[in-house]
């Protein structure tokens, strides 16, 4: 009789890199032949995975195929499910592309059945039902149904086969047992199968029961599980079920909102597309807004981790946002690798220098990092602000807002909108609907939260716009390029500002990232929109000379941004500002100020408001005072003085610095990437040459299998690292076998014919010939590589 490995291993070669894309975990490592393929397609984990995968109505199909009397018939599938034809024929073809049924007539997968303990709602069969009843309570309940004592039937299984004669016409029973119990059965029919009773076990017969449920369990129409449980046998539900194994079962998902007709669909449509181009170009500036404010003052790590609530009341502030929106802005940040904390003990959170490569890139392009960070990580910013289950505060960037189906929920709820006609707002009752139906085993209240939090979250990314999914946010779900759907709906960056007498200058547009990074650091942003606005004050252009700029620096960069002539109120306020800044210089003693004018001493001594800086004079030009360096600058400066710090030697100390910079850790100590529910294609093309190679190997001898693949004769190639690498890369482009020297861990060199799939993190991922295997090599111990043909030389 065929098994099913036998079955597995009858697969083409098509019908496996289907199973195997579905299943990915089943590569995880590769088995070594079809028959492992196959027992590990039936351990729990495996099963419950890929039940998890499956839609309404195919998961009702295959707890169909494990209710119905085997064979299960075509007819008797349709009736069961009141489905037509061709909707059953594409759920079985699902489930056999998922490895979860299979033959023919159809049956379920090894394992599937015990996952499903209680398929389509239903009770145990009776002779589970009764399998803890006493052969004296048996011999009663029999002899009852029967009328007289059962003959030839001594052992309880010889009187359980007994009682599932005697209960294959239920209907009988049920009218004798009297509506009211018919009533408390038709409550158990459509499940829950079991109910609540005190002292379930009584013993009682048809004679002596008094109440509905004692009639029904004298009839053996309920079974009494415990003490305190009933349970209803699958076989006496069925029959109440009229054949039907479920009450309300649709073969489609539930439609989604309509859209409007003609050309009100396409101007919705394009609204929404614009409207999420804003929002993604909002995304961008608030990221760099961000993190260019923790750059120059970084908020401190929590001792248990994440941001405190203070500092993201502070960042919501700065970015003009909600609490949960700011949050939404550091979670992404820190998902798409552009910021971390510094440090294991005292740590700071600041922008990696990954942040600087980020400014590099046109806005289209920090967007789509910004998207599929936000995609990937199993981060919820939702969460920052609420409650654990131990009644603790849960911080944003902290470990707490983890949870692993972030990323599957978001992809999920995305795909749904992605379906949705053009012009066609979805709503969350509308995609939690359609996910009960495409996803019912993932439910719950936490998936129903993620929904919410993902459209928010979705709309303030800029991925959708009124409800609708945007094109390129339609590309970055798919792990497409969305550069180019995004950049034609984006305003060109302008490297021109229009500066006014009134000593504010507006930008018409998005600014350069240069011309950006230095406004912001000259002047105060005094209003945000479709344009601009910033202020220059006194203390802005103080703030650029501290950072290291020079009066002229400041000129010529404005003159040359300007689309007029520099005003001169500007001009005047750019040079008063340095003239007075750096006049006094302020060193350690604990601290002391020094200047070449004594009068400028003689003022600040006779000003009151100075009495608090603790200050006495050293010398004519020397006052000394027992604060640190970092607060007599600021008091100093309140006073109306433009200070600076002096080194020890007498240079000047840059005292804002333009930017800091921690450097990440491993990504795993951050943010957990999930993969998706797909496999890589060339890795699954991999993955089944390995197993057709570890089917041939056991038939033939693994010694045998392995001299057909056998390396080329001589000295394995060697080649210098960088050339390796690119090599390698080349032969995963191209498709190609290569030749390569490779040391163990004990340094024995030994040569491999590998087809590379994947060059990442410092290993290369391919298909072994020499082990009939797929691999990995460590790249450094790799020691040299050379191509070969679709053939590799030396095989026999």
Do not use: C
């Amino acid at each position: 009789m065929e098994s099913y490995a036998d079955w597995l291993r009858a697969r083409g070669d098509e019908e496996l890199r289907a199973l195997l894309s579905a299943r990915p975990e089943l590569i995880t490592p590769v088995p070594a032949d079809v028959a492992a393929l196959a027992a590990r397609a039936a351990t729990p984990a495996a099963i419950s995975r890929a039940l998890d995968r499956l839609d309404r109505f195919t998961l009702a199909t295959l707890e169909a195929l494990l209710v119905l009397p085997r064979p299960v018939r075509a007819k008797a599938l349709r009736t069961a499910l009141g489905a037509k034809p061709a909707e059953v024929d594409a759920a079985l073809d699902t489930l056999r592309a998922y490895g979860l049924a299979w033959g023919k007539p159809p049956q379920a997968a090894p394992g599937v059945r015990q996952s499903l303990p209680q398929p389509a709602g239903l009770g145990p069969p009776i002779a589970e039902a009764f399998a803890g009843y006493s052969r004296d309570r048996l011999t009663v309940l029999v002899t009852d149904l029967a009328g007289a004592e059962p003959r030839g039937f001594t052992d309880p299984a010889g009187l359980i086969t007994r009682l599932g004669e005697l209960l294959a016409d239920p209907e009988p029973l049920i009218a004798d047992a009297g509506p009211e119990a018919r009533a408390a059965l038709e409550a158990l029919t459509w499940g829950p199968s079991a109910g609540r009773v005190a002292d379930a076990r009584r013993p009682v017969s048809v004679a002596t029961a008094a109440t509905p449920v004692e009639r029904l369990l004298a009839r053996g129409l309920l079974a009494a599980e415990d003490d305190r449980t009933v349970t209803l046998p699958r076989e006496i539900a069925l029959h109440l079920r009229g054949g039907r194994l479920f009450r309300d079962l649709p073969a489609a998902p539930p439609p989604l909102a309509a859209a409007p007709a003609g050309e009100a669909a396409a101007r919705r449509a394009d609204l929404a597309v614009r409207a999420a181009a804003g929002e993604a170009f909002s995304a961008v500036r608030r990221t760099e807004e961000l993190l260019e404010r923790w750059g120059l003052d970084p908020p401190p790590v929590l001792r248990s981790g994440g941001l405190a609530v203070r500092d993201l009341r502070a960042a919501a502030t700065l970015l003009d946002v909600e609490e949960w929106h700011a949050a939404l802005v550091a979670e992404t940040a820190l998902a798409a690798g552009l910021l971390t904390r510094s440090g294991e003990l005292d740590g700071e959170w600041l922008p990696t220098p990954a942040y600087d490569l980020w400014l590099m890139r046109d806005i289209a392009g920090r967007w789509s990092e910004l998207a599929r960070g936000w995609l990937k990580s199993d981060r919820v910013a939702g969460l920052s602000g609420e409650r654990d289950d131990r009644d603790r505060l849960i911080n944003a960037l902290s470990e707490s807002v983890v949870r692993g189906s972030a990323s599957a929920v978001r992809h999920a709820v995305l795909r749904v909108l992605g379906d949705a006609p053009p012009g066609a707002a979805v709503g969350a009752d509308a995609v939690r609907a359609r996910l009960d139906w495409l996803q019912p085993r993932r439910g719950g209240a936490l998936r129903d939260r993620l929904v919410e939090w993902t459209l928010r979250e979705a709309a303030a990314l800029g991925l959708t716009g009124f409800g609708e999914l945007a094109p390129f946010g339609r590309a970055a779900l798919d792990g497409d390029d969305p550069e180019a759907d995004l950049d034609k709906h984006l305003p060109e960056p302008v490297d021109r500002i229009l500066i006014q007498a009134d000593l504010t200058a507006i930008a018409p547009g998005p600014l350069v990232t240069r011309l950006g990074r230095e406004l912001a650091l000259a002047a105060d942003v005094e209003s945000t929109g479709g344009a601009t606005v910033y202020r220059f004050t006194p203390t802005s252009l103080r703030r650029a000379l501290d950072a290291g700029r020079t009066a002229a620096e400041l000129t010529e960069l404005l003159t040359r941004h300007s689309a007029t002539p520099l005003p001169q109120p500007l001009a005047y306020l750019i040079e008063d500002v340095a003239r007075r800044h750096g006049h006094l210089r302020v060193g350690t003693m604990t601290s002391y100020v020094r200047t070449d004018s004594p009068g400028t001493l003689d003022e600040i001594l006779a000003d009151r408001r100075a009495d608090t800086l603790r200050l006495h004079r050293l010398a004519p030009t020397v006052l000394a005072s027992g604060l640190s360096r970092t607060e007599l600058l600021e008091g100093l400066r309140a006073l109306g003085h433009a200070p600076v710090a002096e080194a020890p030697g007498g240079g000047v100390i840059v005292t804002r610095p333009d930017a800091q910079r921690a450097e990440p850790p491993p990504a795993t100590e951050i943010v957990r990437l999930r993969h998706g529910d797909t496999a890589d294609a060339a890795m699954v093309t991999a993955a089944v040459r390995a197993l057709r190679a570890g089917d041939e190997a056991a038939r033939l001898g693994a010694e045998q299998a392995r001299l057909r693949a056998d390396a080329p004769p001589g000295e394995p190639p060697r080649s210098p690292s960088v050339a390796t690498i690119e090599l390698l890369r080349g032969a995963v482009d191209r498709g190609t076998r290569v030749w390569i020297g490779y040391l163990d861990q004990q340094g024995q060199s030994s040569s491999r014919i590998v087809e590379p799939v994947r060059v990442e993190g410092g290993f290369l991922t391919g298909y072994d010939a020499t082990r009939a295997a797929v691999q990995r090599f460590a790249l450094h111990r790799i020691t040299g590589v050379a191509e070969l043909g679709d053939e590799p030389s030396g095989t026999t």
